[in-house]
């Protein structure tokens, strides 16, 4: 399960795996996610927000995670990875082979910090 929220005026979509992913996960995002880009065309940063790494509830949200990913990383301008899980923690270093957006890794504690990279590169609506 994910809890998740946009920062509207922001144009920055936080996400918080709470439990193992799931297909329906990545749809509500989805739903969150798809009237800003109509309106905006790309989302300004993604703040995944994660003590550690819950892992795929089956293999459908394993598939529905790579779709996600798949379908909208050319809109997110900046990725920070929020967490003291290992798996997430090399996320920035696998990631530049797979998506285009500025991915980075910031400890569990420095949510703050990581907000504050996403807002520095703010675009105006």
Same mark, same amino acid.
């Given at each position: 399960?994910?809890?998740a929220?946009?920062?509207?005026?922001?144009g920055i979509?936080?996400?918080?795996?709470v439990?193992?992913?799931?297909?329906?996960?990545?749809?509500r995002?989805?739903l969150?996610?798809?009237?800003?880009?109509e309106?905006? +065309?790309? #989302?300004?940063? $993604?703040?995944?927000? *994660?003590?550690? /790494?819950?892992?795929?509830?089956?293999?459908?949200?394993l598939?529905?995670?790579?779709?996600?990913?798949?379908?909208?990383?050319?809109?997110?301008e900046?990725?920070a990875?929020?967490?003291?899980? +290992?798996? #997430?923690?090399? $996320?920035?270093?696998? *990631?530049?082979? /797979?998506?285009s957006?500025?991915?980075?890794?910031?400890?569990?504690?420095?949510?703050?910090?990581?907000?504050?990279?996403?807002?520095?590169?703010?675009?105006?609506p």
């Amino acid at each position: 399960m994910i809890n998740a929220e946009l920062l509207r005026n922001e144009g920055i979509l936080v996400v918080r795996p709470v439990d193992k992913l799931e297909s329906a996960d990545f749809e509500r995002l989805r739903l969150l996610a798809d009237p800003y880009l109509e309106e905006h +065309g790309e #989302l300004n940063g $993604l703040m995944i927000e *994660a003590e550690s /790494f819950p892992g795929w509830e089956d293999f459908a949200g394993l598939l529905s995670h790579i779709r996600f990913v798949r379908n909208y990383q050319r809109k997110i301008e900046r990725v920070a990875a929020v967490t003291d899980s +290992g798996f #997430l923690a090399i $996320l920035p270093k696998v *990631a530049d082979y /797979f998506v285009s957006a500025d991915v980075r890794h910031f400890d569990y504690e420095e949510r703050g910090k990581a907000l504050n990279w996403l807002r520095t590169g703010l675009k105006t609506p």
